[in-house]
């Protein structure tokens, strides 16, 4: 009788490990609209919503397949949008805007260094790269290093490659358009 109550206890077990392992998957790739985040199968980023969660997989690979308005709250109210790749490590990955605009990106964060839509660009743990993003309508204030893009780019990386800005970037030292 003891062995078949263990057997089942640890037939339960595996049922209970199973189903946290499918929905902690489920929930990662739900926070894209595709891809699993590798070199071969990028995450997709469509929405406001994907694009903001891009900061929780700093390390991974995007591209963008559609035109994102940041004009709408919360977004373009208060401090407006935080930027990606906080900290000393920052963003690390390889996003591809894929010439889609990403339009009416707002911060407003006078005191703060490294503002732009992405915080620090390095290239710590890999080639980090950032093509082909397009954004139009910007208003960016920040204090120092303060760009469009990128607040602050570490030299060990690749770079910004095919982008561009319009609107208007302010600060008080290292500002510039991207």
Known sequence: MATKKTTRSKVAE?????????CLAVSITAQFSGGDGSEDNPYVVSTVDDLNNVRNYASDNF???GDISLDVAPWNEGEGWDPIGEGFNGFNGRYDGNGYVIEGLFINRPESNRIGLFERVCGRSGPATISNVILTNVDVTGNNEVGALVGS???ASPGIIGCGSTGTVSGRDEVGGL
């Open 153 to 155: 780019m570490l030299e």
């Open 14 to 22: 595996r049922l209970i490990l199973s189903a946290l392992f499918f």
């Open 63 to 65: 591209i963008q397949v």
